[in-house]
């Protein structure tokens, strides 16, 4: 039943506010909504409306009480979801202009506001942040696989959310320190080209500053514009300086914002900076900066870390380095990035920094006169999630070793034991660094995970559907192998025969399909509320397993998609689902779901595990807000409808889900 119009907007508004997506909405506007909103009273048992009716022109938001939603089908009624207090009703079928696609029914006591639907559409179109929250977590839709279509993000929005990235990097960029001024490497404007190349090469840097008798910069010559005009030219070897210096010098105060100074050299086209004592032209020069410089000194800048980790060389330096690549992952992470770009980004940092300390092991055995193997052909892997390049915080190292056989045991077992002691080696540097080490031992300095290809080949090939435990958990690990250092032929060898064999075997994806359906459907009861897991006394009782709960079967019916259908270009999960939607339509819209989905729990996981100082795989429901629950409940229903498909799909045997 309907009253006539509110009397009380302003009690409404305060309500609406408490919730998403109003909560993301201007308040002038939300204010506007309660103004013409409707009060309705739904005693417990009443229908709010019924299967196939049309959707009319108000959305209704659920103050007090509980709705059910029925879907009416072969003669019976099947409860498929429970709306609770804050939700809001109706809205897929008036986004999509069509009929209820379920009953609605009030099981408690219920009261409910009837809002406007064109002036509610209109704020969601204009607010980015509202829309996508409907699009993506609220509706019932979503929870029984279709899609919602809004319009992309706009243009502004997306600047908006490159600005916040860019703002992440101002802040935490260094500042701009001038370097020993015996560094600067200077000539007056009447010194030779012959004078300039002769100092640049013996002091090995790639330009000379130009200055008069106060070091006061005048241009700048760089080693492209001595070939230019010395050699293409042929501009005679006395000619002076000053007839190609580049000029005016762009100048800049001590102490000035790295990432500033690389936005300036960007905008002016130029190549370098200089120094001055006050940032003019008029004053001394301190220091001349590159783009390579200033990277190096622009702190957390993932590019920044990269030089910085080519040039560490003490334990103390490379866990300094891993703690700011983890201080960047929470700015990028706060600042709206995907968390499967951040572990890509966070993948390329930490494949760098284990080549680096392979090169520093590999010195360490030439001095200790152990044979280095460096003459050996071998591989240093990464499997598990390392593989996927999914390894955001510094979790359990997980990698191999691969090395091509030599022709006899002998040989190979010593060529193994030199490979064991060089993977020591690092091992421990990349635990001195932060890594924790793997408590299932899958690290190269094992023998079981130090192999030559025809050692690997031969295990690959007996993994089939009477593999047993840890057999099975040895090849999910190694089915995400990825190439680091080393002969990439080597691991890329191991990878094709991956593929060939399992798409081939239709018994061991059977077996794997098994183990995706078999984990426990995420946390919620029959009404939609988390189900705690209790984690036993050492551990918190409010908690559940994220990554096995959540993650778990995402990740592992990626894998067993791309395995059946040989698509091996992706490593990281995300990515094999991005592969499988364009490579089967059939599964495009599982495939998108599925891969936001996993998104945001790697997303989620990664930041309860820098709140906590952990590896984030539990967590604790009562830290969430009522959006993120919100958010968490569609996406454990994505996770079971992944488990359905494959359960269907492989024709497992498993019954867990009903």
């Not at 909103?37 to 938001?61: S, T």
Request: hydrophobic share 40%.
């Amino acid at each position: 039943m309907t009253t006539p119009r509110n009397p009380i907007p302003a009690r409404v508004a305060e309500t609406l506010r408490r919730f998403p997506p109003f909560s993301m909405l201007p308040e002038t506007t939300v204010t506007g909504l309660a103004a013409r909103a409707d009060i309705r009273v739904v005693p417990m048992g009443d229908f709010i409306w019924k299967q196939n009716a049309p959707p009319g022109d108000e959305v209704l938001f659920l103050a007090q009480g509980r709705v059910e939603y029925i879907w009416e089908h072969d003669s019976r009624g099947e409860r498929v979801d429970v709306r609770d207090v804050g939700d809001t009703l109706g809205l897929s079928a008036l986004v999509r202009g069509e009929p209820f696609r379920v009953t609605a029914q009030a099981v408690e006591d219920s009261l409910l506001y009837g809002l406007p639907w064109p002036p509610l559409k209109d704020a969601l179109a204009r607010h980015d942040e509202a829309r996508n929250y409907v699009r993506r977590h609220l509706f019932w839709a979503v929870r029984v696989g279709t899609r919602i279509e809004y319009p992309e993000p706009t243009r502004s929005s997306l600047a908006g959310r490159a600005k916040t990235i860019l703002q992440t990097h101002i802040d935490g960029a260094q500042l701009v320190q001038p370097r020993p001024l015996e560094r600067l490497l200077t000539c007056p404007p009447t010194a030779t080209l012959a004078d300039a190349a002769t100092l640049m090469s013996a002091k090995r840097v790639p330009t000379i500053l130009v200055v008069d008798a106060q070091r006061r910069p005048l241009g700048i010559v760089s080693g492209s514009n001595l070939v230019k005009h010395a050699i293409v030219d042929n501009l005679p070897k006395h000619t002076p300086v000053s007839r190609i210096m580049a000029h005016p010098v762009i100048t800049l105060p001590p102490r000035t914002s790295a990432q500033a100074a690389m936005l300036l050299m960007l905008r002016e086209r130029i190549g370098q900076v200089c120094l001055t004592e006050d940032g003019t032209p008029g004053t001394p020069a301190l220091d001349v900066c590159t783009h390579k410089d200033l990277l190096a000194q622009n702190g957390r800048h993932p590019a920044a870390m990269l030089y910085e980790i080519r040039d560490a060389k003490t334990p103390a330096r490379f866990r300094e380095l891993c703690d700011q690549i983890e201080h960047t992952a929470r700015d990028y992470l706060e600042a709206g990035a995907s968390a499967i770009y951040l572990g890509q980004l966070c993948a390329e940092l930490y494949d760098e920094l284990t080549t680096r300390l392979i090169a520093l092991s590999q010195d360490e055995l030439a001095a200790e006169d152990a044979a280095p193997p460096r003459p050996t052909h071998w591989a240093w892997m990464s499997v598990g999630s390392d593989g996927r390049r999914e390894q955001i915080l510094r979790t359990d190292m997980d990698n191999a070793l691969v090395f091509a056989p030599t022709g006899t045991p002998e040989t190979d077992e010593t060529t193994r034991q030199t490979l064991l002691k060089l993977a020591a080696k690092v091992i421990d540097k990349l635990a001195a660094a932060g890594f924790a080490r793997c408590q299932g031992g899958v690290m190269a300095h094992n023998p079981r995970w130090c192999r030559t290809t025809d050692e690997w080949l031969a295990e690959i090939d007996t993994y089939n559907a009477g593999s047993d435990g840890d057999a099975l958990l040895r090849a999910t690990v190694l089915y995400d192998l990825r190439h680091v250092a080393g002969e990439r032929a080597l691991c890329e060898r191991l990878r094709e025969h991956i593929y060939t064999t399992a798409a081939a075997n239709p018994h061991l994806q059977r077996r794997l399909a098994a183990l995706i359906v078999d984990t426990p459907p995420p946390p919620l009861n029959i009404i939609g509320r988390f189900v705690i897991e209790k984690l036993g006394v050492a551990a918190p009782p409010a908690e559940f397993d994220l990554k096995h709960r959540g993650m778990a079967p995402l990740r592992d019916a990626a894998r067993l998609y791309t395995l059946r259908h040989r698509l091996s270009r992706r490593h990281s999960t995300g990515g094999r689902w991005d592969e499988l939607r364009r490579a089967d339509p059939r599964h495009g819209e599982l495939a998108a779901l599925a891969r936001d989905a996993y998104d945001h729990l790697l997303r989620l996981r990664t930041l309860n595990g820098l709140r906590r100082g952990d590896s984030g795989r539990h967590l604790d429901p009562a830290t969430l807000t009522k959006l993120e629950r919100a958010q968490l409940a569609n996406i454990f229903d994505i996770v079971r409808t992944v488990q359905q498909t494959v359960r269907q799909e492989f024709a497992t045997d498993n019954t867990r889900l009903t």
